[in-house]
């Protein structure tokens, strides 16, 4: 089995599914909710910042995230097999070091980048079931 199948199965099965969910609760994009997962990780990562050059890195990481996830939001955006499963390499090191030294900050960041990876990978969001049931009224009452 191709990295390409088993990275598609892990996003249809435990990613995706609550992206369209998120996205049709809040009627936003999935290139929205994409932007403003990776605003999420930029202001988690300017809260784990410890010196002062990572927090000047983070602050104008989470600056041009607001910029992007404010004015581009529905735009098209990629995302790329190398990130995501270096996202799953980094939280599964992640994941270990909180189990060997109890140390959980930060795994955080990379479920949060899977998630934002994996939005992107979502090309159309179905109808919610109850606008289905809407539209299914509305037409049953234009026929009467």
Known sequence: MA???IDAWIGKTLFIPPII????????????????????????????????????IAGLFA????????????FLTISMLWLRVMGWVLLSLDVFAGVVKGDWIGVEIWA?????????TIRTIPPSETEK??????????LR
């Open 133 to 142: 049931k809407q539209r299914d009224a509305r037409r049953s009452e234009v």
């Open 63 to 74: 600056l041009v995230m607001m910029f992007t996830a404010s004015t581009r939001a529905d």
């Open 112 to 120: 949060l980048v899977l998630f934002a990876e994996y939005a992107a």
């Open 3 to 5: 990295l390409a199948d």
């Open 21 to 56: 969910k998120l996205c049709q609760i809040t009627r936003q994009t999935q290139f929205a909710v994409s932007r403003l997962l990776w605003f999420t990780v930029a202001l988690d990562q300017l809260r784990l910042a410890q010196s002062l050059g990572q927090q000047i």
